[in-house]
């Protein structure tokens, strides 16, 4: 007769058994930015998780570089450190050789050099670049991850990205909407929009809650605001 052993699983296991290293991991968040007249919004929650943990609540992923710029970034919670100390670096070399700082359209262009530079090992973050230009126009910049970028109205990057963005469309593009008057944006409409379209995604993305960090850019400097969202 022959017997036959069952091959055993799980940590019991006689095979062999594959192991690999990832040199990233996705610690979630999202951010968005909206670019009005002579104005600029940038919201970001606050949460960095990984898989079913969360790691912390107070995580802030908006940066500001200048008085009128801010960058919201998320993604690899390791890449995001890196890059912003390399932007941080950057811009204090300019400021000390120039003796003034960077304008957005500058820090935009920056950035995407810096991005390319990497585009065999990208960084693995969702950058979306917010604040006011030298004629005091608001403006937004998106980047893919190798730093091909353009200048939008409004955007929504990282994990509720897919969720955030049909709103803004509808909303501030008018995008299915008929017989509707395309009014200027305001500045209390895009900030109430910021915590509505967040407070949505909260309710159906685990990887954002615990708080949203709002910065208001104009050309009188950068306002913070911070407002609550679900905390489970």
Do not use: W
């Not at 920056?110 to 030298?134: E, H, K, Q």
């Not at 990205?161 to 008057?181: H, R, T």
């Not at 910021?194 to 685990?206: C, L, N």
């Amino acid at each position: 007769m022959n017997f036959e052993v069952p091959e055993m699983q799980g940590e019991y296991a006689t095979g062999p058994k594959q192991l690999y290293f990832s040199p990233y991991a996705f610690n979630g968040g999202t951010v968005m930015a909206i670019a009005g007249e002579d104005f600029a919004v940038m919201g970001a929650d606050t949460r960095l998780s990984e898989g079913f943990q969360i790691h912390t609540r107070d995580s802030p992923k908006t940066h500001q570089l200048t008085d009128k710029t801010v960058l919201g970034c998320c993604g690899f919670h390791g890449d995001v450190l890196t890059l912003t100390k390399v932007i941080e670096a950057r811009l204090k070399m300019y400021k000390n050789e120039h003796q003034r700082d960077m304008s957005s359209g500058a820090v935009a262009a920056m950035l995407s050099t810096i991005l390319y530079y990497r585009r065999f090992f990208p960084y693995y973050v969702y950058n979306i670049l917010a604040g006011v230009d030298s004629e005091g126009k608001g403006c937004v910049y998106s980047y893919d991850p190798v730093g091909s970028y353009e200048r939008e109205t409004f955007r929504a990057a990282g994990s509720a990205s897919a969720m955030l963005q049909p709103l803004l469309d509808n909303q501030i593009g008018y995008k299915n909407q008929q017989n509707v008057e395309k009014l200027p944006l305001s500045r209390e409409k895009a900030v109430n929009l910021v915590k509505d379209v967040f407070i949505s995604a909260a309710e159906r993305d685990i990887y954002t809650g615990d708080a949203i960090i709002i910065n208001v850019i104009d050309k009188d400097g950068v306002k913070t605001e911070r407002f609550p969202l679900r905390r489970d």
